[in-house]
């Protein structure tokens, strides 16, 4: 059974550019969350996403922002970006609506210059 | 708030040996998860072990076990018979078993830095 994937590994863009991230869940899996992780946050919520619906969202500007489409796969996208939006990006699936365990991507490595 | 809190931002063991991780939370919830996660270098966060608040036994997987106190809201990691390969960023997580603004939502400590000498 495949994992969770996510593209692309690596990003590198500039400041006021905007930014589109992938996370494709573990087949079954319904639910999608985002995490952010810097080494001086440490590693933050974001948002998640169920059928399609955003449940629950982190302390995040409105720049951030995700949709998740109709096979469970999720979108996030940064607009407008700074040089702090830097950082490692986590998409985590979870089986059903109660899914107790996340199951993490290799996340996308993401660098604002 | 939910908050958690790993004291020890790095430990180091022999291999063979064993070793326990710390991590201490707060919360006014009763019905929750904790969780310990590991980070590689590679970056992917892999579950390690679950534990459910409502259940006074604590988890064990292989080698990993855990100290659950939740008067104490202390929930440690004990690694035995550590390996090379256990070398990583160790996550401690918490969840609430509810909706609303629960959902889906980790929260994560700081994390403590594994090294393991051969």
């Known amino acids: 059974k495949a994992g969770v994937t996510q593209t692309p590994r690596y990003l590198i863009k500039t400041r006021g550019q905007q930014v589109t991230l992938s996370c494709s869940p573990i087949s079954g899996h319904r639910s999608v969350s985002w995490y952010q992780q810097t080494p001086g946050q440490g590693l933050q919520f974001l948002f998640e996403?169920?059928?399609?619906?955003?449940?629950n969202k982190g302390n995040f500007p409105g720049r951030f922002s995700g949709r998740q489409f109709s096979n469970s796969r999720s979108e996030m996208n940064v607009s407008t970006l700074e040089l702090g939006d830097s950082a490692l990006y986590l998409c985590?699936?979870?089986?059903?609506?109660?899914?107790?365990?996340?199951?993490f991507g290799q996340g996308t490595r993401l660098t604002v210059v | 708030a939910q908050t958690v809190t790993q004291s020890q931002p790095e430990m180091s063991v022999q291999e063979a040996e064993t070793v326990t991780l710390s991590c201490t939370y707060d919360?006014?919830?009763?019905?929750?998860?904790l969780f310990w996660y590991k980070q590689p270098p590679s970056r992917q966060m892999i579950l390690v072990i679950r534990q459910e608040a409502y259940k006074q036994q604590n988890a064990t997987e292989n080698r990993f076990s855990v100290n659950f106190q939740k008067a104490a809201k202390s929930f440690s990691l004990k690694i035995s018979d550590s390996q090379l390969g256990d070398a990583a960023m160790y996550f401690c997580?918490?969840?609430?078993?509810?909706?609303?603004?629960?959902?889906?939502?980790?929260?994560f400590g700081q994390g403590t830095i594994l090294t393991v000498h051969p």
């Open positions: 985590a699936s979870s089986l059903g609506e109660w899914g107790t365990e996340a199951f």
């Open positions: 997580a918490y969840r609430i078993n509810a909706g609303g603004t629960s959902y889906g939502k980790l929260t």
């Open positions: 919360t006014s919830e009763s019905d929750y998860y």
């Open positions: 996403y169920f059928s399609e619906t955003q449940r």
